[in-house]
């Protein structure tokens, strides 16, 4: 084809289930169509003071349907989400402020981890219900991704670096002067516009804007085509 | 085939663009999928009210985001939908309720004409077109001060009770009526989720016509 491969980007935080929907489609389709993912840790806390919106959990009836809503779309997209226990505790006063940081230093220093170890924060707090917060928690993460102890451990020391603290606030700052009010977004930079997306309910959009093939949220993997 | 069709509720108001865009994605597929489609005239207002919630267009980012939404799925679904400029300060303003209990005798009185009157209101409040003729709200009026009957009102009341009880926080939803459990999905968005609940084939937002393939 020998077409450049479009820049798409994906702003996201792992304290968001739908950010995590919309990262385990967009990484199952970037070998598929021609697109450079970039992943962009970012604070859904600092989007959400920066646009004055509130996490829909805040009201009652969005926190009963989110629910059912993540319940259903996890099985159709094929990603184990289970809600934590004490869903208020964990997502409102707990946080991901740690977590986004050692991930904003994975991808400053070994961008290729970034995938695996997001993926594995993920599945510990949104999967097996366990802690994102302390020390050991990021560590263990890491660990599972393939990190060794040290690198890990090394990354960690960072996290309140002036350095990295920047860089996720820069990249929240990105993502709200794209207009974010919560995440996922994704950016699409083609030939003569820039497109915006809020949610991980806009792939099949996002598949037309590209002209690319929607083949649904679980597309046929690359290899078997070949 | 012979299976009983499934019940699909689409609850709905002619305020809401996503609203619009559901009911034509529905419309589509009501002769391709097994279903019984039920289109269910709704107070987005009353939806508002009742749950707390405010429109998403009160958040100001919020608002610039939905112009390029609905203008983006408005070509990928293709519905001639154009945001009205003053849609903020003259039509959220003015609101539905009019319309609303209009679609509503409608339906009690007329069920098979409700899609393409419901089609036409929101050509009228949506599209480009309309607002060239100069066709205003206050035409509508006039015929729907015939109908504004105790009944009719009632009617209007108890649907947004019942999307409400289904636990709407807005418009558009879908409530799925399958042998053993019941789905509300809330959103435009939902409609590829909604054919793997109801075992059918997602096609895209314009699938093609059901005649072509016979």
């Not at 199952?28 to 004055?52: A, C, E, F, H």
């Not at 993540?70 to 505790?89: A, C, M, W, Y």
């Not at 102890?149 to 990295?164: I, K």
Request: proline content about 7%; charged content about 25%; overall charge neutral.
């Amino acid at each position: 084809m020998g077409l450049e491969p479009r820049t798409l980007e994906l702003f996201y935080d792992v304290l968001s289930p739908y950010s995590w929907l919309a990262f385990e489609v967009l990484c199952r389709y970037k070998n598929i169509w021609n697109v450079n993912l970039q992943l962009q840790p970012t604070l859904i806390g600092g989007i959400m003071r920066d646009s004055g919106n509130q996490p829909p959990a805040m009201l009652p009836r969005k926190a009963v349907y989110m629910r059912s809503d993540v319940r259903l779309l996890s099985q159709h997209l094929q990603v184990p989400i289970h809600f934590p226990k004490d869903f208020f505790s964990v997502i409102l006063k707990k946080g991901s402020l740690t977590a986004m940081r050692f991930l904003t230093v994975v991808k400053m220093e070994h961008p290729r981890m970034l995938e695996k170890v997001s993926r594995e924060l993920w599945m510990r707090i949104w999967s097996r219900d366990e802690d994102i917060t302390e020390p050991a928690s990021i560590l263990a993460a890491a660990e599972k991704a393939g990190m060794s102890m040290g690198q890990a451990q090394e990354l960690l020391e960072r996290v309140s670096t002036p350095q990295v603290k920047n860089k996720l606030k820069e990249t929240t700052d990105t993502a709200c002067k794209y207009g974010a009010f919560g995440l996922p977004i994704t950016v699409t930079h083609l030939d003569d516009e820039t497109h915006m997306l809020f949610g991980s309910d806009r792939m099949e959009l996002l598949a037309y804007l590209l002209g690319e093939k929607w083949m649904g949220p679980v597309p046929p993997a690359v290899n078997a085509r070949l």
